[in-house]
């Protein structure tokens, strides 16, 4: 839990200093707070987690005629930072368990436009972030790391969204470190550090020499929202230690139930970010959404999750269609967890999806 009071107390205070419209105190401890923690020469606060991908895009210099690499594993928000700088993006599959890039289609996909790519580390899993460090490193591509559902998930001893060349995370309600809307980028280049802290807040501070001069945004995070910020990452670890202790007990509640087998995230340390399972019942979406009706929420009963290469919106940019990531959404059930969620709450979610599994097949 949050320790309300102080942070009652903490919030009355902020705001009997306000208006102020110069004030930056919580942004600037907030900053200070995260680079420490995550080892990172620069964090920077914006206003969520769509503004630092775009922040970040802007800042690498990306935009009219260059394409981005994004898995079709993904949600809108990590694909409409490439559009909204004017850049392609091009859809690359992922391997047929879901928990890496597809390096063959990766290679395919590269072309002389490439300029940068954007691995998203959907429901908290990073895949194998050493070897596409290598890849885009042999290939001079930046990489940009979606890791708004991977906070205190690790690839080896590194935690996710810092060793590559810009790490970008949001704080929406929900995410493990939350404060209501938000997010951040990480980096240990001063230059994009210099470009994004320009680009978040209308030219000021001035860029770095040499950047050249555009129109930027509002992407600055209030004051009151970062102050929430730091009391949450004042007890990150006890959220993250929830977070995986939910989806473990999903898991060990779910053990040997038919049709639902629960997956881990092979190869690091996983934030728990979702429950995930393969099930394997007849119409598995109609499925996801019962659940959701049911009080289970999950990313495609609930949030309609479909590979973002099939998204209507995006179909200019589909050249292919990537059919492992379309499989992987369809049979993954991926529970929705927050820290509200008790294990009273937790054992109802087995209950409900034990039962259903078997109301749902049809019996043999
Ligand atoms: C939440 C999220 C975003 C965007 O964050 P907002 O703060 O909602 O803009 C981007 N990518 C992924 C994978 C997310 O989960």
Known sequence: MTDAPKLTEDLQRLLATMPDPTANAQVTALESELADRLGVRHAIAVSSGTAALHTALVALGIGPGDEVLVPALTVIMSVAPVIHVGARPVFVDCTPDGTDVDYTDLTAKLTPAVKAVLPVHLWGRTGELPRLRRWADEHGLPVVEDACQAQGSHTGDRPAGTGSTIGCFSMKDGKVLWCGEGGYLLTDHDRYAAAARTYRSHGLPPPPPGYRPRVAHNYRLAEPLALIARANLARFDELLARRQQQ?????DLLTGASGVQPVDAPGHRWNGYSFLAEISVPQPRAFCEHLAGLGVPNSVGTFRLVPADRRPELASFAASPCGNAAAVIDRTLAVI?????????????????TREVRAWCPRD
Do not use: K, M, Q, S
């Open 247 to 251: 989806a473990a007990l999903l898991r």
């Open 337 to 353: 967890l927050t820290d509200h969620d008790d294990d009273h709450r937790i054992a109802g979610y087995a209950h409900t999806i």
